[in-house]
């Protein structure tokens, strides 16, 4: 047998890796995938930064005018618009600000101007590229133009694009709009480290402790992920409003502020704290503690000397996305929060109330700073963190402690009464006939066709996309993770995918929302068409929570052992039969959790939809929030059990289906 070294390579000719059809089809898929990211999220979110880069300003310099006498005669002199203007000031100066389809008339500059005077009136632009509207006719150059006064009145001037900061200045020097940032941080710092000290706390007790029903409150704990985030704010209204059933224990304060905004927070960010840290502590070796045990150190110093560094990353990690999610939730604050601005909901009172697309895209790449630097932070921290556990290690079980099991026992139950409790009072709400003078049950405020929210309608509407999310949603991101993760070479391409893929987590809903407006709803788009259909609420949907699906896919993808592929190769089967007949039976576990994942965010958000729904398309979480507008709070709480119901029954139909499928496709795993 002869052995080729380099000794036997050509000399100064690089080694290159014969590329066979399967690893150009896996490079397509890559490539096409990657493309798709591409458009449903790096064009966008340029669009939005364009548009906050960008001022649209009239100038009165581009033209100049000529008015005849009562005779229409002309006695040549040239008036320039701008001189006109500085000398009579009828334009003020505050509003030679506008938006990109802005228009003004010439007529102010003339205060005895009328339609029906013999007077006429020459207009020109000073430069080539001047351009100004008369009627609806499109002017440009440096030609006269004689007109009528009818028909001047029609002329207009349209404002002049460049490219600088003086929308941020604007925005830093409105106080109102500034103090959202400050409300932000604080209500986002104070609710992290609440939500994961008490995270921590009941993970630890399920970890640690031998107390009763630890399975029952695992359940509860993740309840909150099954709801919108508007829920917990309309649940709060009936426990501490004004006609609140507790509002005495306000003493005085009003929920509807920051303390409203971090019992909610608390509320529906506790479940992605729990689970974070609830793995973290799952890998302790149990050596450590008996080393402790053997040096005889306290409860109190092994706490903090081997547990606490033992889950410092998962720590960290949670708050990191606590943070973010406290920080770009919109539906909470548009509830709850009162007069409290916070970030999200300036977006879209500049985006709805407003209708400042400038402003709402300033304030989005504001939100977006501290949303994209606690990501970047997280992902530092977690390229950091090291194993943990060896193949020596020793899982941790615990022993008995009648006193220590009975507290964790009444600090879990009182975790679990506040999440119960706060879904309980929607339901009851929900029941409830006219709250608080007739407490009698009825099912009146599930009558949702007679209400503002798009009704029954609206309910089909979010099941409809929450299927058609997680069945396009889990193909998409499942191929592209196979592809990325079983290409070989092709480090440049799969790169760009692996930060495309990521991404999406750094973006908050309500700026992948408006980018969306910004670039979808151009004219000039070939992809227009799908604006203000069911298509581009999946797409949006789908490459919101693209990342975690991404990941999920990934390490699924990262267990199997290379020699599956090389088998396929030595046998020439075609990948494609190898990720049919072994990948995707294997990785089902994942993809089922993909597909559920995808399906239940799909019917509890609200941030990336909420600017993207048309009167044919209208969601059931958007439903709760129009109908909480309204004043109708019952009905809204009605249809947020609605969806809760609705998640729940999805997730009890995964189990089921999961445990069928996982018999017939991972029998191999009982050998």
Aim: hydrophobic share 50%; aromatic share 12%; proline share 4%.
């Amino acid at each position: 047998m002869s052995v080729t070294t380099s000794d036997n390579l050509p000399k100064g000719r690089p080694l290159t890796l014969k590329l066979g059809r399967d690893d150009l089809m896996m490079r397509g898929f890559i490539l096409v995938i990657a493309l798709y990211l591409i458009i449903t999220l790096a064009f966008p979110l340029y669009a939005m930064l364009s548009k906050a880069f960008s001022t649209f300003q009239f100038d009165l310099s581009q033209v100049e005018l000529q008015v005849s006498d009562q005779d229409g005669n002309f006695d040549g002199t040239i008036l320039s618009a701008e001189a006109l203007n500085a000398q009579l000031g009828a334009i003020p100066e505050d509003e030679m600000a506008t938006s990109n389809d802005g228009r003004l008339s010439l007529t102010p500059l003339f205060p005895d101007f009328s339609f029906r005077s013999p007077v006429l009136y020459k207009i020109r632009g000073t430069t080539a590229d001047t351009v100004y509207l008369i009627g609806s006719d499109r002017i440009t150059g440096t030609d006269w133009h004689e007109l009528d006064s009818n028909t001047f009145r029609r002329v207009v001037l349209r404002p002049v694009q460049s490219v600088g900061l003086s929308n941020f200045t604007t925005y830093f020097s409105t106080p109102s709009l500034f103090r959202s940032i400050e409300n932000s941080l604080f209500i986002s710092t104070v609710s992290t480290i609440v939500t994961v000290s008490l995270a921590f706390a009941f993970a630890y007790a399920l970890s640690r402790s031998c107390m009763r029903f630890k399975g029952l409150f695992r359940l509860v704990a993740m309840a909150p992920i099954l709801v919108p985030s508007l829920l917990p704010g309309i649940a709060l209204v009936y426990l501490f409003g004004n006609q609140g059933m507790l509002k005495e224990v306000m003493m005085g304060e009003s929920i509807y502020g920051p303390y409203g905004i971090m019992l909610g927070s608390i509320f529906f960010t506790f479940p992605h704290a729990f689970i974070i840290i609830t793995t973290a502590l799952a890998i302790s070796d149990a050596r450590l503690y008996e080393a402790a045990i053997s040096l005889r150190a306290s409860a109190w110093k092994t706490f903090w000397t081997v547990t606490i560094p033992g889950a410092r990353y998962g720590l960290i990690s949670a708050a990191f996305v606590v943070f973010n999610l406290v920080i770009t939730d919109f539906g909470l604050p548009k509830v709850i929060g009162g007069q409290y601005n916070m970030l999200a909901v300036d977006i879209y009172k500049q985006v709805i109330g407003q209708q400042n697309f400038e402003m709402g895209a300033v304030v989005s790449v504001v939100l977006l700073m501290p949303a994209f630097v606690a990501f970047a932070v997280d992902r530092q921290v977690q390229k950091k963190q090291v194993a943990l556990l060896s193949a020596r290690s020793v899982v941790f079980e615990p022993k008995p402690d009648r006193k220590f099991d009975r507290i964790c026992f009444i600090y879990c139950t009182l975790i679990a009464i506040f999440i119960l409790g706060i879904l309980g009072v929607c339901q009851f709400a929900a029941l409830v006939k006219f709250w608080p003078y007739d407490l009698s049950l009825s099912l009146k405020n599930y009558n949702f066709d007679v209400m503002d929210g798009g009704g029954w309608e609206a309910y089909g509407n979010s099941i409809k996309l929450g299927l058609l999310t997680a069945f396009f949603g889990t193909i998409v991101v499942f191929i592209g993770a196979y592809m990325v993760d079983k290409t070989r070479s092709f480090r440049v391409g799969r790169g760009l995918f692996q930060f495309l893929a990521m991404l999406p987590m750094a973006i908050p809903g309500m700026v992948l929302g408006l980018a969306y407006i910004f670039f979808f709803n151009d004219p000039d788009n070939p992809l227009n068409a799908i604006y203000g259909t069911m298509a581009i609420l999946v797409i949006v949907t789908i490459t919101h929570f693209y990342t975690v699906s991404h990941l999920t896919a990934v390490t699924a993808l990262k267990q199997m052992d290379g020699e599956f592929e090389s088998v396929a190769a030595s046998l020439k089967q075609p990948f494609y039969k190898l990720f049919a007949r072994v990948t995707v039976p294997v990785c089902m576990p994942a993809i089922l959790d993909i597909a559920i994942y995808l399906f239940v965010n799909a019917m509890t958000t609200v941030s990336a939809v909420v600017f993207l729904y048309s009167t044919d398309t209208a969601l059931a979480s958007i439903a709760v929030l129009n109908m909480d507008d309204a004043g109708d709070i019952a009905p809204a709480a009605a249809m947020g059990m609605m969806i809760f119901y609705t998640n729940a029954a999805a997730r009890i139909l995964h189990l089921a289906v999961s445990k069928g499928i996982l018999k017939r496709t991972q029998a191999w795993r009982s050998r």
